[in-house]
Nanobody, 127 residues
Framework: EVQLVESGGGLVQAGGSLRLSCTASGFTFDRWGLGWFRQSPGKGREGVSCISYLDDGSIYYADSLEGRFTISTDNTEKKIFLQMNNLTPEDTATYYC???????????????????WGQGTPVTVSS
């Protein structure tokens, strides 16, 4: 059974940093797309960053991030990380990790595609 468990969310001041982690079980990353998504109250879920091991580890970032976030993985430990720097109140949301079999990074994020989802971890950025 595929499971994804996020951690690392919390309250941070604007300009601060957080590192989210997602621990995966029930599958190996080979030939899977992995990603981080977020959803703010009253808004739809959007793709933040995705990485695909269907090919050579291509990575996609949403344009709105302006280079502040970095996705990475530890394939041995089966963890997916999202390093978030220079956070702003607009980054306040619940952050979800997802895994999609045979997915490329860009379409997974752009079309918000996930075969399996974690329960989410809330991030609140105060001004």
């Amino acid at each position: 059974e595929v499971q994804l468990v996020e951690s690392g969310g919390g309250l941070v001041q604007a300009g601060g940093s957080l590192r989210l982690s997602c621990t995966a079980s029930g599958f190996t990353f080979d030939r899977w797309g992995l990603g981080w998504f977020r959803q703010s109250p009253g808004k739809g879920r959007e793709g933040v960053s995705c990485i695909s091991y269907l090919d050579d580890g291509s990575i996609y970032y949403a344009d709105s991030l302006e280079g502040r976030f970095t996705i990475s993985t530890d394939n041995t430990e089966k963890k997916i990380f999202l390093q978030m720097n220079n956070l702003t109140p607009e980054d306040t949301a619940t952050y979800y990790c997802a895994a999609t079999h045979l997915a490329n990074a860009q379409p997974m994020c752009v079309y918000v595609v996930g075969d399996h989802w974690g329960q989410g971890t809330p991030v609140t950025v105060s001004s």
